[in-house]
């Protein structure tokens, strides 16, 4: 079992920076995968960035060259840094973990909020 806390969300104005912490607990040494993904109101969800065991890194579309995807310092945790912020990036942000046996973990969620 994983358990996933994510951290960092707030409120923030058009064109600033956040920086988004996935702590990971339990067997995080079957994760091989971590994404991020995020869910605006009344749209689907939708994946922002992921990281494999490797270190193989994707982004979704709608990072656009503005957010980053990493490992934090500490083995159990990733990163996603996110500067130019746009209020469409306003959503719940949802760390997700895949292990090797193919279970797959969430988050609760961190709410990002773009707003003057």
């Known amino acids: 079992q994983v358990q996933l806390v994510e951290s960092g969300g707030g409120l923030v104005q058009p064109g600033g920076s956040l920086r988004l912490s996935c702590a990971a607990s339990?067997?995080?040494?079957?994760?091989?995968?971590t994404r991020w993904y995020r869910q605006a109101p009344g749209k689907q969800r939708e994946l922002v960035a992921s990281i494999t065991l490797g270190g193989t890194i994707n982004y979704g579309g709608s990072s656009r060259g503005r957010f980053r995807i990493s490992r934090g310092n500490s083995k159990n945790l990733v990163l996603l840094e996110m500067r130019d912020l746009e209020p469409e990036d306003t959503a719940v942000y949802y760390c997700n973990a895949l292990d090797s046996s193919s279970n797959n973990y969430w988050g609760e969620g961190t709410l990002v909020t773009v707003s003057a």
């Open positions: 339990g067997s995080i040494e079957t994760i091989y995968n």
